[in-house]
T-cell receptor, first 116, second 111 residues
Framework: DTAVSQTPKYLVTQMGNDKSIKCEQNLGHDTMYWYKQDSKKFLKIMFSYNNKELIINETVPNRFSPKSPDKAHLNLHINSLELGDSAVYFC???????????????FGEGSRLTVL | QKEVEQNSGPLSVPEGAIASLNCTYSDRGSQSFFWYRQYSGKSPELIMFIYSNGDKEDGRFTAQLNKASQYVSLLIRDSQPSDSATYLCAADPNSGYALNFGKGTSLLVTP
């Protein structure tokens, strides 16, 4: 069974469209994240949810809206897509909120978004 | 902005040599440090974490932490071509926020 699964894995769309990426984890973790990885491999936090509550909301355009219907799911909706939104979006989960435990993030396989 | 800095590389080492990957961080409040490996087209996976000054060994991997110098390193002994990947250093700011990642160092182990 896949621990953290994201759909779709590939997404090609036109500028101005709206798209969503879904994420589910079956690890029983309390915290889920969205990271964006650009073409230079820089992995940057976008959002974090702990038990369905938004904990982190980094400086991200408000065209990006996360939604967590329950602690096993964290979806990302993007409105009015722009060329600069092209990237790989990784969902991740962790046990606790990165206290002094292993701090291990379990990543999904990533969703490669290409905006034309 | 709390930053984690890495040399992007690529770092090229011959098979069997020791690969040394380095990382510095700006947030003195960071307590825990992590090394993730990411193969091309794949997701990052944790290979080591360290939170005490000194060395921590796990098989061919050794993580080193010097909090006074705000410096973390990863040594890979007996490097193999299968070690060729991007290595991401990350710091836990210990303030309830998510890990801060460096931009990664690309390692190439040549046969």
């Amino acid at each position: 069974d896949t621990a953290v699964s994201q759909t779709p894995k590939y997404l090609v769309t036109q500028m101005g469209n709206d798209k969503s990426i879904k994420c589910e984890q079956n690890l029983g973790h309390d915290t889920m994240y969205w990271y964006k990885q650009d073409s230079k491999k820089f992995l940057k936090i976008m959002f974090s949810y702990n038990n369905k509550e938004l904990i982190i909301n980094e400086t991200v355009p408000n065209r990006f809206s996360p939604k967590s219907p329950d602690k096993a799911h964290l979806n990302l909706h993007i409105n009015s897509l722009e060329l600069g939104d092209s990237a790989v979006y990784f969902c991740a989960s962790s046990q606790e909120f990165l206290g002094l435990n292993t701090g291990e993030l379990f990543f999904g396989e990533g969703s490669r978004l290409t905006v034309l | 902005q709390k930053e984690v800095e890495q040399n992007s590389g690529p770092l090229s080492v011959p098979e069997g040599a020791i690969a040394s990957l380095n990382c510095t961080y700006s947030d003195r409040g960071s307590q825990s440090f992590f090394w993730y490996r990411q193969y091309s087209g794949k997701s990052p996976e944790l290979i080591m974490f360290i939170y005490s000054n000194g060395d921590k060994e796990d098989g061919r991997f050794t993580a080193q932490l010097n909090k006074a110098s705000q410096y973390v390193s990863l040594l890979i002994r007996d490097s193999q071509p299968s070690d060729s990947a991007t290595y991401l250093c990350a710091a836990d700011p210990n303030s309830g926020y998510a890990l801060n990642f460096g931009k990664g160092t690309s390692l190439l182990v040549t046969p």
